[in-house]
């Protein structure tokens, strides 16, 4: 079973940047494909950006799209969100997620591992 554990939330302003990184413990890293969600208060959660398990695909939500860089480093066990050009839209409690699926979808199963979530918060 895989443990995942956010950081790097916290407080922006718009027009700048955070990273949030997702480290995981517990599995074969590798064999999973990965992917950031966000949850603001009163809306559904929602798929913000994802990568396979080489890292050579990737695949972003067109509200982000331009700004937000996934990746991962496989030897640290970690995923990253690169978030530049913050906006106000952007706060939510944002949650890392793997899964055993080729492709981590955007309704993903019951049987996908999930962070604890990290707050982020952006300032107009």
């Known amino acids: 079973q895989v443990q995942l554990v956010e950081s790097g939330g916290g407080l922006g302003q718009a027009g700048g940047s955070l990273r949030l990184s997702c480290t995981a413990s517990?599995?074969?890293?590798?064999?999973?494909?990965l992917g950031w969600f966000r949850q603001a208060p009163g809306k559904e959660r929602e798929l913000v950006a994802r990568?396979?398990?080489?890292?050579?695909?990737?695949y972003y939500a067109d509200f982000v799209k331009g700004r937000f860089t996934i990746s991962r480093d496989n030897a640290k066990n970690t995923v990253y969100l690169q978030m530049n050009s913050l906006k106000p839209e952007d706060t939510a409690v944002y949650y890392c997620?793997?899964?055993?699926?080729?492709?981590?979808?955007?309704?993903?199963?019951?049987?996908?591992?999930w962070g604890q979530g990290t707050q982020v918060t952006v300032s107009s």
């Open positions: 517990g599995g074969a890293f590798e064999s999973y494909s």
């Open positions: 990568i396979s398990r080489s890292g050579s695909s990737t």
């Open positions: 997620a793997a899964s055993r699926l080729v492709v981590l979808t955007s309704t993903p199963p019951e049987s996908t591992y």
